[in-house]
């Protein structure tokens, strides 16, 4: 057998999981070889590749890695020849996949890595028999794997060291997150947090509690969100407030005996779980006071909200829709106060203040509220017709950092046929001050054509009077 190759990895199982370990080892710079007996394999990963490509760079600010080659094999022996690393996910049967084992162990180096997607089997029953026991890890991922970085890598008592240690580097590489689980457990550790509220939600379902729509609006609705950016035991280390993990224990512990739940096999609550769940909260998160846990979730979750409201999911469509009811309508004063906002924490730099692509945010934002105020809203836009911006020129005058309340006034200099010249001034809300300006040239254009066109007859002659109105 040739010795492994540097930055080759071998997937075997091509489904929705195998798709995306090989869309994430692909697009980090591996080559990858696949090997599935599905005939629409390709046509299928492919796919999932496509997906990846759109989506795992606009995670990054840096440049990506220069995608690896994709290739796929009929003979398994052939696919794992030569190669460092291989991710088994075939389907969830025991007698499979030590078949697979057996026939991968029996091609490839004795120094790769053979790791498992296996979301429920532990390490000694996928090395029960093996011809290289300590070969063979777990290395659990989620769904889209091209995206989400977890992967539980469980070595079992008969995992080898150094190939545990091989594949903690190989994924934090292609950019996982390996967490080292040390004990075998059945299902790991987060498929049994998921399980545990699977099965509540089903008997919620079954007993007529709440529907599917209603459980899933209370995760991602409320502690969904905190569970993203905090996990579980960091979050409730907050809610016991400045006394910490060991007050929120006391205050709640009782509840475990209550009849809450159809899981009623609890630990038994004593002193001695409430030293050990306390000490190891303050191991965690103990360098923080409770103000700061409190200011960086509140980071995060602002963070997080506003990226779901650019995309109008969950939360974020909360927020959307909340906006239309606090915005209302503009009015007609000279000049037009457009925006009225506060800096998010997202729009700041490593300086602290708002970053100057933020201000061409801002003022595209009020073009686009004086467009509306025209009548050049959503619903011109999607008959085929808008402004589209052709020049502009901010000047930045003074720093604006992160929860500095501002607003912006604009004025129409030019409403002639097809043109449209703005004038914007954003100013901070404390004092007035102007913190930057924008003079901004726009166009009207015809979105079949993409080409400019005079605007409909009624958002012309909204734009002529506002001309008017500000032409002093």
Known sequence: MAQSDNRTAAIVGGGVIGGGWAARFALMGWDVRIFDP?????????????????????????PMPTRGQITFHSDLAEAVNGVAYIQESVPERLDLK??????????????????????????SELQDGALRPGQIVVAHPFNPVYLLPLAELVPGEGGDPATTERARQILREIGMYPLHVRAEIDAHIADRFLEAVWR?????VKDGIATTEEIDDAIRYGFGLRWAQMGLFETYRIAGGEAGMKHFLEQFGPCLTWPWTKLMDVPEYNDALVDLIAGQSDDQSGHMSIRELERLRDNNLVAMMRALKGQGAAAGKLILDH????????QDDVPLVTIRRTVPVDWTDVNGHMNEGRYGQVFSDASEELMTHVGADRDYIAAGNSYFTAETNIKYLAETLAAESFYVETRVLLGEGKKLRLWHEMKRASDDEILATCDQFLLHVSLE????????????????????????
């Open 38 to 62: 599905d005939p629409e394999a390709e046509r299928k990963i492919s796919e999932v590749l496509a997906g990846a490509e759109r989506a795992l760079p606009m995670l990054y600010d840096a």
């Open 98 to 123: 030590h078949k697979v084992f057996a026939q991968i162990q029996d091609a490839c180096p004795e120094d790769a890595v053979l790791a498992s997607s296996t979301s429920g089997f532990k390490p």
């Open 200 to 204: 509540e939600a089903l008997w919620l």
């Open 323 to 330: 906006e239309t009811d606090l915005r209302g309508p503009l």
């Open 449 to 472: 054509t993409r080409k400019s066109c005079p605007p409909l007859p009624h958002v012309a002659e909204a734009v002529e009077r506002l001309a008017a109105a500000h032409s002093a």
